[in-house]
């Protein structure tokens, strides 16, 4: 870790702020897994959503009128996604639930490094590439079986055993969120004395919104996050660094 990457004043802050809590929580989004190497989705030049339009590949109405190209789109994600490793970042986090000092993660991260570094309380709002699903009989698929079918199919579409498409167990566009990983969302960040946003825009509804319920609850949000967010003048403290020197220091101050 580089002393130079972090503000070990605002270091400091934050960690009197998480120190004196008794409840922090973390709100993590894509910015937390591209040390992991992958990519966010706004980025120009390197986001996922660059060169093509996620309406047209990743809502649920595409899912359902060409599985076939929705899959040629998911099918390279998944192979993006599959051999990626935690990164420092998550292991930080990972760091202060053991000692007692997170109470959980709520992530809007479908990549499952959270839950493979170890967090133990762990809501994955957006769902996860863990397992897939039939949407008409109700089997569930493990990505590697996913990723089998997938490649064994002459269309390209992982099929049921009972021959419709499979689904990925991810919130797409036109999708509602679980209502219980929602309402464990909001739960938490009314509890938080500390919302710690990391790696995410704060732009996408309704977890956006979190910031906003732990504040109303008595609570401070504070931020460790690359780029500008709504949230920038509201928040008890702010560091714009490098994500996983900013954990890593944190992690060392407490």
């Not at 938490?188 to 946003?197: H, K, M, S």
């Not at 910031?211 to 109303?216: I, K, L, S, Y």
Request: aromatic share 6%; net charge negative.
């Amino acid at each position: 870790m580089s002393s130079t990457a972090v503000d070990q004043e605002r270091v400091a802050q934050l960690a009197s702020l998480v120190r004196e809590a008794g409840s922090v929580v973390a709100l993590t989004g894509a910015g937390i897994s591209v040390p992991s190497g992958i990519p966010d989705f706004r980025s120009p030049g390197s986001g996922l959503w660059e060169n093509v339009d996620p309406m047209e590949v990743a809502h649920i109405d595409a899912w359902r009128a060409d599985p076939e190209r929705f899959w040629h789109f998911y099918g390279n994600r998944f192979q993006t996604l599959e051999d990626k490793e935690p990164n420092g970042a998550h292991a930080a986090l990972v760091a202060l639930e053991q000692r007692g000092m997170l109470d959980g993660v709520v992530t809007q991260n479908i990549d499952r490094l959270h839950r493979r570094a170890g967090s133990r309380h762990l809501i994955e709002v957006h769902g996860s590439i863990d397992t897939s699903s039939c949407l008409t009989c109700g089997a569930a698929f493990p990505i590697a079986e996913v990723r089998r079918r997938l490649d064994a199919s002459p269309i390209s579409v992982p099929a049921c055993d009972c021959g419709e498409p499979l689904k990925p167990d991810v919130v797409l566009f036109g999708e509602w969120l679980s209502q219980e990983a929602l309402g464990e969302a909001y739960a938490l960040a009314a509890g938080a004395d500390v919302l710690l946003c990391i790696g995410s825009s704060l732009e996408v509804h309704p977890i956006a919104q979190l910031p906003g319920v732990t504040r109303q609850n008595g609570g401070a949000v504070a931020l460790i996050t690359q780029g500008p967010t709504p949230w920038d003048g509201r928040a008890a403290v702010k560091l714009d660094g490098d994500v996983v020197a900013e954990l890593q220091a944190l992690v060392a101050a407490l």
